[in-house]
Nanobody
Framework: QVQLVESGGGLVQPGGSLRLSCTAS????????MGWYRQAPGKQRELVAV???????EYSDSVKGRFTISRDYLKSTVYLQMNSLKPEDTAVYYC????????????WGQGTQVTVSS
């Protein structure tokens, strides 16, 4: 059983900042990618940012230069610092942990709401 617990969502004005956190616990092992996805009403879930197994960061074009992903491997925790937030960033943000290769697994968090509105 693997659990991903997210925190840090909320309501913020345009131009503001939020920091999301996600901590994984349970039966998983080895190296893995951790990342953030989001889903706005009526839209498909999309990648926001991911930290790969070898600690490389990848961002969607819509958040490049505004969001920063980081990870504490020892704490099994990933963070998403979101700056210069826009109304179009409003969505439910989901944490993801994924390992590919011979031993594979993928788990999702329950999601945390981010609302950007004045």
């Amino acid at each position: 059983q693997v659990q991903l617990v997210e925190s840090g969502g909320g309501l913020v004005q345009p131009g503001g900042s939020l920091r999301l956190s996600c901590t994984a616990s349970g039966d998983f092992f080895g190296t893995y990618a951790m990342g953030w996805y989001r889903q706005a009403p009526g839209k498909q879930r999309e990648l926001v940012a991911v930290r790969s197994r070898d600690e490389k960061s990848e961002y969607s074009d819509s958040v490049k230069g505004r969001f920063t992903i980081s990870r504490d491997y020892l704490k099994s925790t990933v963070y998403l610092q979101m700056n210069s937030l826009k109304p179009e960033d409003t969505a439910v943000y989901y944490c993801n942990i994924k390992r590919t290769g011979t031993v594979r697994y993928e788990y999702w968090g329950q999601g945390t709401q981010v609302t950007v509105s004045s």
